[in-house]
């Protein structure tokens, strides 16, 4: 059984940085997607950042350029960095992970949740 447990959130300044954590339990597939969603008050669910099992990357247009997935194989950690924080990053951020060597960005199609970290950017 796959278990995800997110840390790092918490508030910061506009401009400011944040490093959000997820560490993963029970990974015993060979091929599987590892990917960071956020859902804001009122808003849907969104894809952050994807990371396959080839470690090829995909981000959102908003946040290109300023997050970056990345991954600790040897840990079952996976990171998400966030810097030049913007008051729209706000959010609960959730780590999620989809079996099979597909990456997509829809939220339906991951099978494993954690429970969420919150991100509060202020301007």
């Known amino acids: 059984q796959v278990q995800l447990v997110e840390s790092g959130g918490g508030e910061a300044q506009s401009g400011g940085s944040l490093r959000l954590v997820c560490a993963a339990s029970?990974?015993?597939?060979?091929?599987?997607?590892m990917a960071w969603f956020r859902q804001a008050p009122g808003k849907e669910r969104e894809r952050v950042a994807t990371?396959?099992?080839?470690?090829?990357?995909t981000y959102a247009d908003s946040v290109k350029g300023r997050f970056t997935i990345s991954i600790d194989g040897a840990k079952n950690t996976l990171y998400l960095q966030m810097n030049t924080l913007r008051p729209e990053d706000t959010g609960m951020y959730y780590c999620?992970?989809?079996?099979?060597?597909?990456?997509?960005?829809?939220?339906?199609?991951?099978?494993?949740w954690g429970q969420g970290t919150q991100v509060t950017v202020s301007s």
């Open positions: 990371l396959s099992s080839t470690r090829s990357t």
């Open positions: 029970g990974l015993t597939y060979s091929s599987y997607c």
């Open positions: 999620a992970v989809k079996f099979g060597w597909s990456c997509p960005s829809t939220p339906a199609a991951f099978q494993a």
